[in-house]
């Protein structure tokens, strides 16, 4: 399995935690009021090969600066599980050699939870589609036309089937030859969570975490939430809309973030049941308590109608704001 070939990176389509909040207001400048709350500690990297950032609000910046190394280390530990370009990160291992004995508790938990949304979703959401990325990106490698032959999209897909990952207490076992799981529908959420987890339970009150999801912690000023942009995909320094964040998550699925060809129509987002890659909605944002929740629903929902959607929404205390690909305009529902 060859998943260098192009990289594979979510397009975080909220303009947030970066530069500014609202309009060109410095993130610190929005937090502080009258030196009631600390400069925030900062810190930018890569979790999961998408862009991440902390910045965290603690009157004593030694404590803060010892959490985000406390943090960092943390994203670095989760990375060895769930990466795909890590040669001996427990999920290669797994795709490898379609077993894993002792796994990982976090890659049990995941791949746990990714089944529940996978049910939930009509298969939608499902972590087996790593097969059809990889076919994707052969046939740009190899200068052939996408999508790939039906034939070849068939032979595929007989390898695409969540029901298939059997979750023991001590083994994980992928049950068909030729199958391969990828978690970057799911696990940056995921780690932005267990993040979040980590620095409320050593006393951060304020702050927004970053590890190509977005999550908020308490607030941005007394009274205020933290607000998030959803950015334009023609422009996207510029935001669609604003959502309050209040001790919430956010994530957006875009396909334009990582297209396979030069005029964006096939992308990382696939449908899982019939190959293809080209998906419903121009963007999906998901509001939700948690950003694993908010992840795993941003990715489903992409190749999904509105009314199927709409049947989502009912059952998840979620909200979500599509963007369609012939319009501007966002239609948010829940």
Request: avoid cysteine.
């Amino acid at each position: 399995m060859n998943t260098s070939l192009l990289p594979r990176r979510r397009f975080l389509g909220i303009v947030a935690a970066s530069a500014a909040l609202l309009g060109s207001t410095p993130l610190w400048a929005a937090l502080k009021q009258q030196d009631a709350l600390p400069d925030p500690v900062i810190w930018r990297g890569v979790a999961l090969g998408a862009d991440a950032q902390l910045q965290l609000l603690h009157p004593d910046r030694k404590h803060a600066e010892a959490l985000v190394q406390m943090a960092v280390a943390e994203v670095h530990r989760l990375e060895k599980i769930f990466s795909l370009y890590q040669e001996d990160s427990a999920l290669v291992l797994l795709n490898r050699d379609g077993r894993l004995d002792a796994p990982p508790p976090d890659l049990s938990r995941l791949l746990s939870q990714s089944v529940g949304f996978a049910e939930a979703t009509n298969g939608m959401f499902d972590p087996t589609v790593q097969v059809l990325w990889d076919l994707y990106a052969q046939s740009v490698t190899q200068g052939t036309p996408l999508p790939p032959a039906p034939a070849k999209l068939h032979a595929v897909l007989q390898r695409v089937d969540y029901r298939a990952i059997r979750l023991e207490e001590d083994r994980i076992t992928l049950d068909r030859p030729g199958m391969a799981l990828t978690l970057n529908g799911i696990a940056q959420g995921y780690i932005t969570d267990r993040v979040t987890d980590l620095l409320r339970s050593n006393g951060l009150e304020h702050a927004i975490v970053d590890m190509g999801e977005l999550r908020a912690i308490g607030q941005r000023s007394p009274g205020h939430p933290w607000h998030a942009g959803i950015a334009d995909p023609a422009h996207p320094d510029q935001a669609l809309d604003t959502v309050d964040l209040r001790n919430q998550a956010l994530s957006t699925s875009g396909g334009y973030g990582t297209p396979f060809d030069p005029a964006g129509h096939y992308t990382h987002l696939f449908d899982p049941h019939t190959g293809q890659a080209t998906p419903v909605w121009r963007s999906v944002t998901v509001r939700a308590a948690d950003a694993t929740t908010a992840d795993a629903l941003s990715t489903a929902l992409s190749q999904m109608p509105e009314s199927a959607i709409r049947g989502i929404i009912s059952r998840f205390p979620v909200q979500a704001w599509l963007l369609p690909p012939d319009s501007g305009t966002l239609i948010h529902l829940g």
